[in-house]
């Protein structure tokens, strides 16, 4: 069998690096971060012509009926770049949901409209109106739609609220990644369209928490490479007593350890994405060795690179603090690694 990329991936994977790196350097990616708003909304057609909002939607279906491992490498590279905008919320986590709804909802989402899932309990559904806080819901105050699991008489279904008609639900809340901010929704009686009932919910609901992982874990991936670049650069540039700073054991093992455990967490990132685009039955313990493997490795990356970069590492004008805080906000979201461990020793031990 053969684990290389395919000549289409790593196409693609050039055009995302390409894109990534004209349309919205480091430099760029800075000054959003601080800014008010947190991205470049006119950077989201670019991404909705290159393709990257329906690479795994069916062609019959509005999409490219490509696989879930092409669009990892697109996470990787927009881990690698701190994409600041919703991709990982609008593709990775939201889309499996507006595929399970279908025609108006996934073409919508196809044509260019961005959606966050509000998946924390405390929301419930009376008829069409949702009342209650879903918290700390990844890029929230950037998106177009809210699909909110709410509680009602039969489960847990599926809404859609049009955020662009209902702003005031939305409540920014303070967070340390300012390259991919949170809210909170509050809801009071809110009007919402059914997209999933609580039969076609569970499912839809479950494959959108694999997807999300496993982007994720590949967005890890693409954080430790863009440490270990800059850090393995800076070692061959950087001079301390007539020698390269890398020449010297103290740093070239160091960034030989970030290597090791970049190529570690790629390999289990990988395996969690295609496990994911061919439903296979490993799938949710490959995504929780994934996530708590690659998260981790990205935290470690960044740490080592700042160590090996000296003073420079730690100031606010360069970017590793970026990368750094990206890392931790991974390794947080939807369970920490100990708890995906954890969850995969009790998959293992029961089986």
Request: with cysteine.
């Amino acid at each position: 069998m053969d684990f290389a990329f395919s000549d289409e991936q790593q196409m693609l994977r050039a055009a995302a690096r390409d894109f990534l790196e004209r349309r919205l350097p480091l430099e760029r990616v800075v000054e959003l971060a601080d800014g008010d708003v947190g991205w470049d909304p006119g950077s989201w057609q670019q991404v909705s012509d290159l393709g990257w909002l329906g690479l795994s939607v069916p062609e019959d279906r509005g999409g490219a009926g490509m696989s879930f491992v092409d669009e990892a490498v697109v996470f990787e590279e927009a881990g690698r770049g701190l994409y600041p905008g919703p991709l990982f919320s609008t593709v990775a986590v939201a889309q499996p949901l507006l595929a399970a709804a279908g025609g108006e909802p996934l073409a919508r989402m196809l044509a260019g409209r961005t959606a966050a899932v509000a998946r924390h309990p405390g929301v419930m559904a009376t008829e069409d109106l949702l009342t209650g806080t879903s918290r700390h819901v990844p890029d929230l105050g950037i998106v177009d739609d809210a699909l909110v699991v709410a509680d009602g008489p039969g489960g847990s279904s599926v809404w859609l609220v049009d955020l662009r008609e209902h702003p005031r639900v939305v409540r920014p809340t303070s967070t340390m990644d300012t390259t991919r901010r949170l809210g909170d929704i509050v809801l009071d009686a809110t009007p919402a369209v059914q997209l999933l009932d609580p039969t076609a919910a569970g499912p839809a609901l479950a494959t959108s928490r694999l997807r999300g992982l496993a982007a994720l874990s590949c967005e890890a991936v693409g954080v430790a490479q863009r440490c270990l670049d800059i850090s393995s650069s800076y070692a061959k540039e950087r001079q301390q007593f007539g020698r390269p700073i890398g020449s010297y054991q103290g740093i070239s093992h160091r960034i030989a350890n970030i290597y090791v455990a970049l190529e570690m967490a790629r390999s289990l990132a990988y395996w969690a994405a295609w496990c994911v685009s061919v439903a296979d039955q490993q799938a949710a313990a490959a995504c929780a060795a994934a996530k708590a493997n690659a998260s981790e490795a990205a935290v470690f990356a960044a740490e080592g690179a700042i160590q090996s970069m000296g003073g420079i590492g730690f100031t606010w004008d360069h970017p590793l603090h970026r990368f750094y805080k990206r890392a931790q906000w991974i390794a947080s979201y939807d369970g920490h690694p100990r708890e995906h461990r954890a969850s995969l020793a009790v998959s293992l031990l029961d089986a």
